[in-house]
């Protein structure tokens, strides 16, 4: 599989500088020309099973790289150093990352924006697909950051990671004794930097966000820079979580992976279903669900794929896939991982850093009504805040840089710009701030801005119906709440798929909200008397029909009757219903109905 020729090449070479090095040194060296052959090839050997197949928990089996991968864009700079949105940062296609510098490369991203999978794809490349890269690096060497975290490795990695590391990919075997730590040190780097710059080698350090211990990442980032300061023939590529590494250094490019565009998507879904027909089912389906929005992460796509691909299927309840997304980034995609992402603060784990983003993001959604927002707006809602969750008042950027490190739920967008990283979430996370309140929330400037957030906030409440209820009659009856707030509220109800059980109450809240639809539309609109305008037909009759799955239509007409037939703008009729002399004590007196709510 491996190019035997090339081998012996490599090794001839780096024995011929372990024996140039050595002169003049007290340094003795057992390494043969065989050893260090074998050692590449068992190296090559993992990095081929490590970079051949995706896999994670919810899926039924591994996917091939190859098979699954999709052409990613990156950005060529950080997207943080934008001034203002509306600056524009270039794009390039991700195979072309060798082309446009020289350089080395710090390879950067959001948590699931496909860092590791492009490794992978760089590593089967480099081993299948002879000149795949218009420039020549010929073969991997794969450094996996996250295996250095290990307290028994305390002692051998207290002084060097990289070096040591390369030392035993290489199969090189050194007689320090008696000697002092520079010059072993020294030593290390001048085989080390002449074997990487007497060969054509792609040398990938992955995941310096994932090293645990800071003393650690101190000691890869010096031997990184020492690397990419004196390395010329080979090519050096770390990846990293963008809000973990900003640092500069000669040498160096940054380039970051941007989000998938609606192209990607369609094509990431068609790799890994490998099946048009489920392919566009599936796309279909995320296309009409309120979480679209989530799948600009390959890692987040990946999951509702695997989810379809068991049940053909994805979930019924957007709930179900909040919560999927949420705790996947809290905390699953770590745990499969390895990968132990410890707070610098003792009482904020996930499940306290869930409730301050829940709080965070009810908040932002009340001051800035978008998922985009300024520092200053930040600091603002943090200084309400923080003392609800033990943290320092004046440590706010750090507090948001380790939760966009840990989960990238928060993300630096701009200069002093952050972003929630999905709007659908940003809106769940506030309807859990809302559900989990004594009351509901009786500001009616701020039940203006959540339409949303409330219709969610009812299909996650334990009991939607009774909070659906009182949502209506406390909040947009008596506060007079109309069709601009009505017409989002109904549509994400809609969306939300909200279990509502048997109950008189539910369905006249129902036609109750309808019926303030119809009477605040007219009245916004200034229309004449004899013309009802209703822009919601569909939405209305889809969500008064889900009512009614439950409820028995003759239970609600024992107690109304139709007084009056309304002429409206659309094909059908609006009745007005009264109340009977005997109906039930506590129902509105007159409600407005579509005519084929009583005809159906």
Known sequence: MFNEILLKEISKRLTDIIVKSMKNTKIKSYTKEKDIQD??????????????????????????????????????????????????IEKFELT????????????????????TTSLKFFCQSLLYNEGFFSSNPCYPIVIKLNDFNSLSK?????????????????????DFQNLDEKTIDNFKEIVLIGFLNENSILLLLDGFDEITFKNRRDIVLYEFEKLINNVESSRIVLTSRTSDFKYSFPNLKLYEICPLTDKQIMLFASRWLEN????????????????????????????????????????????????????????????????????????????????????????????????????????QVYSKIYQDFDLVREEMITVVEEIESHNGLIIQSGFQKFEFAHKSIQEYLSAEYIVKLPTIPNNRQAVLKLPNEFAIA??????????????????????????????????????????????????????????????????????????????????????????????????????????????????????????????????????????TFITK
């Not at 072309?96 to 860092?115: C, E, N, P, T, W």
């Not at 990919?169 to 050194?174: A, D, E, P």
């Not at 009482?347 to 959604?365: H, I, P, Q």
């Open 39 to 88: 050692s590449l090839n068992q190296h090559l050997i993992f990095v081929d099973n490590w970079s051949s197949e995706v896999n994670f928990s919810d899926l039924k089996q591994s996917k091939s790289t190859q098979k699954v991968f999709v052409q990613l864009d990156l950005y060529f700079q950080p997207l943080r150093v934008r001034i203002s949105e509306s600056e524009n």
């Open 96 to 115: 072309r990352i060798f082309d446009y510098s020289k350089k080395h490369i710090a390879l950067l991203g959001q948590v699931g924006s496909g860092k």
């Open 154 to 174: 305390e002692n051998e990695y207290n002084k060097s990671i990289i070096f040591n590391e390369l030392i035993k990919v290489l199969g090189i075997k050194f």
């Open 276 to 379: 048009e027909e489920h392919a566009n089912d599936f796309i279909n389906k995320i296309k009409n669900s309120p979480f679209y929005d989530t799948t600009i992460r390959p890692l987040t796509i990946a999951h509702l794929c695997a989810l379809y691909e068991r049940n053909k299927n994805i979930p019924e309840k957007p709930k179900t896939v909040y919560k999927k997304i949420v705790m996947l980034l809290l905390e699953e995609w770590n745990q499969q991982r390895n990968v132990h992402r410890i707070s610098k603060y003792a009482k904020f784990e996930n499940d306290r850093k869930f409730e301050f983003l829940c709080s965070l993001a009810y908040n932002l959604t009340l001051s800035n009504n978008t998922n985009t927002f300024h520092k200053t707006d930040l600091q």
């Open 458 to 595: 009812i299909s996650i409440s334990s009991k939607p119906s009774e909070y659906f209820i009182e949502f209506v009659q406390q909040r947009i009856v008596q506060m007079g709440i109309g069709s601009q707030f009505i017409k989002p509220f109904i549509n994400r109800l809609l969306l939300e798929k909200v279990d509502f059980n048997k109950q008189m109450h539910v369905a006249v809240s129902a036609l109750e909200l309808y019926s303030i639809y119809i009477k605040t539309v007219k009245e916004e609109n200034k229309q004449m008397t004899l013309f009802y305008f209703d822009e919601l037909i569909n939405e209305f009759e889809n969500f008064i029909e889900q009512i009614f799955k439950r409820n028995d239509k003759k239970d609600f007409f024992d107690n109304y009757v139709v007084t009056d037939i309304l002429p409206s703008a659309e094909s059908q009729s609006i009745c007005v219903l009264e109340l009977k002399q005997y109906g039930r004590k506590g129902l509105p007196k007159t409600l407005y109905c579509r005519k």
